[in-house]
């Protein structure tokens, strides 16, 4: 699934990341949400069977827009790339062992590599090992799935879709709320490039990005058994009684 909302800076650069993947047993749902850019002309150029083309009625909210790809989905599991990052040739046949997995396993995730546009630096995002299985205690001490490494079977998202309500951590509420019943398979690879700019959504809107995880603590702490929430570095971490959700 790409959404896009005119991203025609770094778009090419996105969907040829996919195109020249090694897997190649994949379908492109690409969403363009009323864009006003040259983004649909940029996608046109991708001439591939594989990749079909969808366009919203009217500008919509981005998980809504998200929610409105997975609908299209055919596929038996569904990833995800931002319109700004990419992915190295080898990421999706080094989940192989994924897609193989048994039913216990409901979505896979890696590491990845943070690209600071002005810079032009390159590190490395997470600096210690990703954990596997039941991940929910680790989310909450440090999250670290990033929705562009995120791969998830199709039919468990037919139980979970994003909340609409959010316009910046929908992903991080989605992949909570799968890691209370369903285990998670990590990938040490960083085959996906996530691309810091002054023009990230979540950077311009800091104060929305605060409001919407204090909110969503507001009604963990309503709803929930949680003995004390701390606030740091702006990152919530959390000391729960009993588990979490």
Same mark, same amino acid.
């Given at each position: 699934?790409?959404?896009?909302?005119?991203?025609?800076?770094?778009?090419?650069?996105?969907?040829? /990341? +996919?195109?020249? *993947?090694?897997?190649?047993?994949?379908?492109?749902?690409?969403?363009?949400?009323?864009?006003?850019?040259?983004?649909?002309?940029?996608?046109?150029?991708?001439?591939? %069977?594989?990749?079909?083309? =969808?366009?919203? !009625?009217?500008?919509?909210?981005?998980?809504? &827009?998200?929610?409105?790809?997975?609908?299209?989905?055919?596929? /038996?599991?569904?990833?995800?790339?931002?319109?700004?990052?990419?992915?190295? !040739?080898?990421? @999706?046949?080094?989940?192989?062992?994924?897609?193989?997995?048994?039913?216990?396993?409901?979505?896979?995730? &890696?590491?990845?590599?943070?690209?600071?546009?002005?810079?032009?630096?390159?590190?490395?995002?997470?600096?210690?090992?990703?954990? /596997?299985?039941?991940?929910?205690?680790?989310?909450?001490?440090?999250? =670290?799935?990033? @929705?562009?490494?995120?791969?998830?079977?199709?039919?468990? $998202?037919?139980?979970?879709?994003?909340? &609409?309500?959010?316009? +910046?951590?929908?992903?991080?509420?989605?992949?909570?709320?799968?890691?209370?019943?369903?285990?998670? $398979?990590?990938?040490?690879?960083? *085959?996906?490039?996530?691309?810091?700019?002054?023009?990230?959504?979540?950077?311009?809107?800091? !104060?929305?990005?605060?409001?919407?995880?204090?909110?969503?603590? &507001?009604? @963990?702490?309503?709803? @929930?058994?949680? /003995?004390? +929430?701390? %606030?740091?570095?702006?990152?919530?971490?959390?000391?729960?009684?009993?588990?979490?959700?």
């Amino acid at each position: 699934i790409v959404n896009c909302y005119n991203g025609e800076k770094y778009l090419y650069q996105t969907l040829q /990341s +996919i195109l020249n *993947q090694k897997y190649k047993n994949f379908e492109v749902i690409f969403v363009d949400n009323c864009s006003t850019d040259f983004s649909s002309k940029i996608y046109k150029k991708i001439r591939d %069977k594989r990749f079909k083309y =969808f366009k919203t !009625k009217k500008k919509i909210k981005l998980y809504d &827009s998200r929610n409105f790809a997975l609908k299209k989905c055919k596929g /038996s599991f569904v990833a995800f790339l931002d319109t700004d990052d990419w992915w190295d !040739k080898d990421f @999706l046949s080094l989940k192989k062992n994924f897609f193989s997995s048994s039913k216990d396993y409901a979505f896979a995730f &890696s590491n990845c590599n943070y690209f600071y546009e002005n810079k032009k630096n390159t590190k490395v995002f997470y600096k210690k090992e990703l954990p /596997s299985g039941f991940i929910l205690n680790n989310l909450i001490e440090y999250y =670290f799935v990033n @929705l562009s490494t995120l791969i998830i079977k199709k039919k468990v $998202m037919k139980k979970f879709r994003f909340n &609409s309500n959010y316009n +910046i951590i929908g992903d991080f509420d989605l992949v909570l709320r799968m890691s209370k019943n369903y285990k998670a $398979m990590a990938f040490q690879d960083n *085959q996906a490039t996530i691309r810091i700019h002054s023009n990230n959504f979540s950077h311009n809107n800091r !104060k929305m990005f605060y409001q919407e995880y204090k909110n969503w603590a &507001s009604y @963990l702490i309503k709803s @929930l058994t949680i /003995s004390k +929430i701390n %606030k740091n570095n702006g990152n919530f971490f959390f000391i729960f009684n009993h588990n979490f959700i």
